[in-house]
């Protein structure tokens, strides 16, 4: 059983940085796509970035750029340093993993293609 647990998140002003940390365990899968998403207050939660068990990584167009997605395999981390914050990116942000998912070209993540969740960790971005 994968199991998911988020940190790092917090309040910062508009241009600060944040870096989120997703710790894994219970994963001993080779090939695997984890991936952040997040879920502001009366919208629905969106992909944010992706990264496979090759390294690939894909971003959503509102945060490329700013956003890096991570991982350290040894350490079963992942994480998403986030720059340039915006009042928009607050939300509650969540870490996901599904084994055996890879991508190539185009594709962006979504909620229905992982099935193991964490709890989230909040980040709020003030102007």
């Known amino acids: 059983q994968v199991q998911l647990v988020e940190s790092g998140g917090g309040s910062v002003q508009a241009g600060g940085s944040l870096r989120l940390s997703c710790a894994v365990s219970?994963?001993?899968?080779?090939?695997?796509?984890m991936g952040w998403f997040r879920q502001a207050p009366g919208k629905e939660r969106e992909g944010v970035a992706a990264?496979?068990?090759?390294?690939?990584?894909t971003y959503a167009d509102s945060v490329k750029g700013r956003f890096t997605i991570s991982q350290d395999s040894a350490k079963n981390m992942m994480y998403l340093h986030m720059n340039s914050l915006k009042p928009e990116d607050t939300a509650m942000y969540y870490c996901?993993?599904?084994?055996?998912?890879?991508?190539?070209?185009?594709?962006?993540?979504?909620?229905?293609?992982?099935?193991?969740w964490g709890q989230g960790t909040q980040v709020t971005v003030s102007s």
């Open positions: 990264i496979d068990s090759d390294g690939s990584t």
């Open positions: 996901a993993a599904e084994p055996g998912l890879s991508f190539s070209g185009s594709w962006r993540p979504h909620t229905s293609d992982f099935g193991y």
């Open positions: 219970g994963h001993t899968y080779s090939s695997y796509c």
